[in-house]
């Protein structure tokens, strides 16, 4: 990955992704309306809003909350300009934690009791899907020879006729990640949340609008990762991954509200359960496929 190929993912990745995220949420709400038998708003709705904060006051009870999340946004864009670049992919699950660490910390240091419990539950959140992010990325490097994204164009097949159980793994835990029902413990999405609003609760003005933002900004990053599993030396292979992260983007909203949320335990056992067995036959299959015994 060269300096120029990266600062153009910067660019492309900072002005792109932020029309990108932003419509998403816009089509999410319409989808979801329709699926409750309501008009729903315009699909530039989420680009108001987040206008309408921007435009607002900031209130807030430490001042070094809106630091953290700038720095979060920051490093989340980085993120994205580094898995668009082709560069290696453990180092962007890695600064995505480091994000959400920060995320943490600016809800801790209001010291409101909803923040602190939303605060909690994204712990409990990143230790539910954190493993099976991680453990993708192993996986990626023992089906591509690299850690780099770019190493995609170079196979003969997509990931996807690789290692299909670690796809379904990381399945599961986007729907966490992108933050959908039942699993959106502390963002509170939904007004009926007995959080309010969950670690956001003593955010307000600009500091909510980079919130919002830094999700726009994730949602298209973590649809890359779905896109990565049919990326191959292929002309048609932009083709197919753009349809692949549509179909998933549609599961996810169908399942965001088809399903109540849970319980803290539940998710987690869960996540971590779904986990351990996609990795633990997809290591089998691989040992018995490098020694010839199928």
């Not at 039942?182 to 955010?203: N, R």
């Not at 399903?259 to 299959?285: D, E, G, I, Y």
Request: hydrophobic share 60%; proline share 3%; net charge neutral.
């Amino acid at each position: 990955m060269t300096i120029l190929l990266f600062v153009i993912a910067l660019f492309g990745f900072g002005i792109g992704a932020l029309f990108l995220g932003g419509l998403l949420a816009g089509v999410d709400r319409i989808i979801t309306a329709r699926l409750q038998g309501r008009v729903g708003p315009p699909l530039l709705q989420p680009f108001y809003d987040v206008g309408k904060l921007l435009a607002k006051e900031d209130r807030w009870l430490n001042g070094f909350e809106s630091f953290y999340i700038f720095l979060a946004l920051i490093i989340v864009i980085l993120s994205g300009a580094f898995f668009f670049s082709g560069g290696n992919l453990l180092m962007v699950v890695f600064l995505i934690g480091l994000a959400s660490l920060l995320f943490i910390v600016a809800a801790y240091c209001t010291r409101s009791p909803f923040a602190e419990i939303g605060a909690q539950r994204e712990i409990i959140q990143v230790m539910s899907y954190e493993p099976m992010i991680i453990l993708m990325a192993v996986f990626y490097y023992s089906a591509s020879g690299s850690f780099d994204v770019a190493a995609t164009v170079g196979l003969d097949l997509p990931l996807l006729t690789q290692i299909p159980l670690i796809f379904i793994g990381l399945l599961f835990v986007l729907t966490t990640k992108l933050r959908k029902s039942p699993f959106d413990l502390s963002f509170s999405h939904h007004a009926h949340q007995e959080l309010v609003k969950g670690v956001t609760t003593e955010m307000s003005g600009k500091t909510l609008a980079l919130v919002e933002i830094m999700h726009w900004y994730e949602s298209v990053l973590f649809l890359g990762y779905v896109a990565l599993f049919f990326v191959w030396g292929s002309l048609w292979a932009v083709l197919v991954a753009l349809v692949a992260v549509a179909l998933v983007y549609f599961l996810e909203i169908i399942i965001d509200n088809s399903f109540a949320r849970v319980k803290w335990q539940a998710m987690l056992s869960w996540s971590w359960l779904v986990t351990l067995l996609v990795v633990s036959v997809s290591v089998v299959v691989a040992v018995i496929t490098n020694t010839g015994l199928l």
